[in-house]
């Protein structure tokens, strides 16, 4: 069994019980939920590589490979240093590295801003600190590793926006961190969520997410994924 899905079983446990002694606010599970475009975009911008961080790598690498416009999504690590830039180091939380996903993109087909409200409405919980559902830990931070400038600027504008309309019952804790290099992850977490759609961990907590994006951005979804095997 993967130790993600051993760890899983008992952070559900966990998370059972202290929702029942503290209330669901102890643990709120990611919800995905219609929220306004960016009313600060680049649909000019020329370039057309992001890198999100949102918890699981599954899933967020899952939910890109079905948008229209994305022609790859890979799973891998990004804010620390290339020599930690393992499944195994950075799952102890010390190397400054977050789970990511860098996504290849045609900004003529989709924006920047596009591929951030679907990152904040249906990737990932982004009220959630240094955690996602059951996954803790700042390797499963929400983040933004914008690739220049104006990606920073349309993250920077986007994040207050939705913070000052309350789009959320908490402030958004996602982080932006720029000049952070991404580093692939090992081959088995590739495609994970279409290879292992079985799988219980994909199924509470990855499948969800991309019925939401089917439901509340049927414009940009395509039920075929993109895969990275497919270009092995």
């Not at 600060?40 to 416009?69: E, I, K, P, R």
């Not at 081959?187 to 019925?211: C, F, G, M, S």
């Amino acid at each position: 069994m993967n130790p993600r899905t051993m760890f899983w079983f008992a952070a559900t446990i966990a998370a059972v019980v202290i929702a029942r002694a503290f209330g669901t606010s102890a643990f709120q599970a990611e919800r995905p939920r219609v929220i306004p475009a960016p009313a600060v975009d680049d649909g000019g911008a020329t370039t057309s590589v992001a890198v999100l961080a949102g918890g699981c790598f599954w899933g967020v690498q899952g939910v890109y490979q079905h948008v229209t416009g994305v022609t790859r999504a890979v799973s891998g690590y990004a804010g620390g240093a290339r020599e930690t830039a393992t499944y195994e180091q950075t799952g102890t939380g010390r190397t400054g590295h977050a789970e990511a996903v860098q996504i290849t993109f045609d900004p003529k087909v989709i924006s920047y801003g596009q591929l951030l409200q679907i990152f904040f409405s249906v990737a990932h919980n982004p009220t959630e600190l240094n955690r996602q559902g059951p996954d803790v830990g700042t390797q499963y931070r929400s983040t933004i590793f914008p690739a220049d400038e104006g990606q920073a600027r349309v993250a920077a504008a986007y994040i207050a926006q939705l913070n000052q309309a309350r789009v959320f019952d908490r402030p958004i804790a996602t982080t932006i961190e720029p000049g952070r290099s991404f580093y692939p992850a090992e081959a088995y977490h590739q495609d994970y969520l279409t290879l292992h759609p079985t799988e219980r961990y994909i199924v509470y907590n990855d499948l969800p997410k991309i019925e939401a994006l089917k439901t509340i951005f049927p414009t940009l979804y395509r039920a075929t994924p993109v895969l990275v095997g497919a270009g092995r």
